[in-house]
Every structure is written in C-alpha cells, then in structure tokens.
C-alpha cells in the first residue's frame, strides 16, 4: 500500500486540519474534530446537518456553507460518525428555527443520528437519503443505500434553507427530493482502507462491478469489463426503469467519481448517459460532473438522474459557496 499518510490513527484528525485551514475563510472545525461547520451562521434560519464515515470525500465537510450544510460530521474511515458528535454540532449550529438531519440509509449512521434526534432538546427532523437502485440491502444496510444523489438533496434543501423555509416544509422538501432521484455505480477496482493496507475486495484486470457501493459493497453482479457505451447502457436503463413513469421530461445529470477516475473518462460518460437519457425521453437540462461522492482510491464511478421541475431547477441554480461547490456567490 502506498498512501501520503503518517499514521492511519492519525489520518483523520491531520487531513481535517488541513482543510479546515485551506479553507478557514468559510469554514471553522469543532471542539475535538466533532464537526465542521460554518464559520458564520444565519441567525433564525433552518440549520442543515449531515456526516458520515470518512472516505467520501469532499462529500460531506466539503459541502458546508452558504446554500448548502450547517455542519457535518465526519466519522472514521467507512464508520459512522458518534450521536456525541451530531449532539455538539447540533449545539453549535442551532439558529432557533429548529435543524435537518440529511442521513445516507445505512443502519449506523440512521442509528446513531437517530440517537442524537432523540437525547436533543431541539426541534429536529430527518431527511433519509436512498437512491441507489443496485441492491436492496447490503452488509450496511437494509434498505437501499444512499450514495451520490446525497448531494442533490443537499444542495436543493440548502438553497431553501437559505431563503427562509421552515423545517416542515424542508423536510417534505427533501423526501420529495431524494423520491425523484436514483442512482447507480460501477467499480473497476476496488478501494484500499489505509487501516487495512489491502484492497477490500479482489478484482480481475478484465472484471469490473456493476452496482458497487461507495464502501466496496457488492453490487449487482460481477462481469467483464464492457465498453464504456455499454455500461452506460445497463446503468442508464436501471435507473430509468426504477423512476417508472416519472422518468419523463427534464433532469440534473449527475455524473460522479469515485476517486481514481480522470476527468477524461467521466466526461465521457456523461456524454454517453446524455444521450441514452433522450432515447427514454428524459432531457438533461442541468450538468453536474465530477468526483464529490468518492471511495477513496477506487476506479469507477456513478450515475445519477434527478428529476426536476420549476421549483427544484431554481433551488438548484441558487448560489452556493462551499468548499468542493461554488456558483454564483
């Protein structure tokens, strides 16, 4: 294993240092590494809070500021993070409209924030994220994981937020969301836990997965690897299939890295989606490509469609300022 790391006990708290630091203009870290969170807050406005198992980067620190999270904490790599955590940064962020929970559907992190929801004074609701159409459940959870349309939800809740909306209709609002998108991914080798200073799951040179997890979880079955057009095919199809009737008329494309994938490859990827989505009459009116949702040094990546209206293209557009997004601020 060669990684730019000192210590894997280590590696956390040192690579939140860090980037706490580089971006210290938008972004403060709490007590203990608990959280990061915004360095300024907006006094009577819904606060969002998210986190995870690490790993994923910039998903989710990267995504805190304006238009986007509150706070997020991060747990060690691939482990959820603690409800002492998500209770510390509740405390730091609480702006007194009350807080939402924005949580991947694994049973560790629905737990633990469960748990935080429910030892909190505050008014707190929860939005559970699962999109990925691969698998119904996985050695981490037993619904549908939740993966890169995290991010949309985010975003698109964000931007409401950041207007003024109440925790009710946030809430609704992302439900509403994370129903209207899907998602799918494809490993072409897998990730190495620095840890466990191994690959977590061996794969042949001329094997790729299809459906994997953004923890090396299994997807839907192991095959060849196929050309690029027709992975997209398959990944295109799945998603399409599972939104039924509503995958119909405009959509966020969302084409995403999982750590070790160019630019070059993921971009020809989204051209192949493009197009496979207008065969099935779904017209791509909103573009996000890139590496946001990661799984450390895995090669590969995902597709995501969420279907769009009026309302949700406009909170998509709004202006962001984060550490990984940034558009019109």
């Not at 707190?124 to 691969?134: G, L, N, Q, S």
């Not at 293209?313 to 300022?321: E, Q």
Request: proline residues 3%; hydrophobic residues 40%.
């Amino acid at each position: 294993m060669k990684k730019l790391i000192n210590s894997p006990d280590t590696l956390l708290r040192e690579s939140l240092d860090g980037f706490v630091l580089a971006h210290q203009d938008i972004l403060t870290l709490g007590d203990e590494g608990k959280f990061v969170r915004r360095s300024e807050l907006t006094p009577g406005k819904v606060s969002l809070i998210s986190g995870g198992g690490s790993g994923h980067e910039p998903l989710h620190a990267g995504l805190v500021g304006y238009g986007m999270l509150d706070a997020a904490c991060p747990g060690q790599v691939f482990t959820s993070p603690t409800p002492d955590q998500m209770l510390a940064a509740v405390e730091a962020v609480d702006g007194g409209a009350g807080l939402l929970f924005i949580v991947k559907n694994y049973e560790g992190d629905v737990m633990n924030f469960d748990m935080a929801r429910e030892m909190s004074d505050a008014r707190i609701e929860t939005v559970v994220t699962d999109d990925d159409v691969a698998v119904e459940g996985s050695l981490f959870t037993t619904g549908r994981r939740g993966v890169a349309g995290t991010l949309i939800v985010e975003k698109v809740v964000g931007a409401a937020a950041e207007q003024g909306t109440d925790l009710a209709t946030l809430k609704r609002l992302g439900d509403r969301v994370n129903s209207r998108t899907r998602s799918m991914g494809v490993a072409l080798t897998s990730c190495i836990v620095p840890a466990a200073g191994k690959p977590t799951f061996e794969i042949g040179d001329d094997e790729m997965e299809l459906g994997v997890g953004i923890h090396g979880e299994p997807g839907r079955r192991r095959v060849k690897l196929m050309q690029a057009n027709r992975i997209v095919e398959e990944m295109v199809g799945a998603i399409v299939r599972d939104l039924g009737d509503a995958a119909s008329g405009d959509a966020l494309l969302f084409v995403n890295g999982f750590g070790a994938t160019p630019e070059m490859e993921l971009y020809l990827v989204y051209n192949s989606a493009r197009r496979q989505l207008e065969k099935h009459g779904v017209k791509t009116v909103r573009s996000l490509v890139g590496s946001y949702v990661t799984s450390l040094d895995m090669a590969g990546c995902s597709i995501t469609v969420s279907m769009l209206d009026q309302e949700l293209g406009r909170l998509w557009d709004a202006p962001v300022h984060t550490a990984a997004l940034r558009r019109g601020c």
